[in-house]
C-alpha cells in the first residue's frame, strides 16, 4: 500500500523484492520478439538503483534503463 507511509518504507528497505509471477517471461518475450526496449519510472530513491538493477536481472528481466527520483533524508517530504 503506497499510501501508507510506514507500510511503503517497510516493504521498500526490510523486504526483500518480488516480482509479479510470470512478468518477467512477458518482458523478455517482448525483447526477444518484437526488440522493445523497456525504461522503468518509479519514485523510488536514486540510491536504490543498484539494488532493484540486480532484482531485475536476477528475476530474468530484460536489461532497462532506469529514472529514479532524486531524495535527500533531510528533506522532510520524504516522510510526510
Avoid: C
Wanted: charged share 25%.
Amino acid at each position: 500500500n503506497v499510501l501508507d507511509k510506514k507500510t511503503l518504507i517497510r516493504n521498500t528497505f526490510l523486504k526483500e523484492f518480488e516480482s509479479v509471477p510470470g512478468m518477467a517471461d512477458v518482458y523478455r518475450r517482448w525483447a526477444d520478439e518484437r526488440g522493445a526496449k523497456f525504461h522503468f519510472v518509479s519514485s523510488s530513491p536514486w540510491q536504490l538503483f543498484e539494488d532493484l538493477g540486480s532484482f531485475l536481472s536476477n528475476a530474468g528481466f530484460p536489461p532497462a534503463a532506469f529514472h529514479l527520483k532524486s531524495v535527500r533524508l533531510k528533506d522532510r517530504t520524504v516522510l510526510n
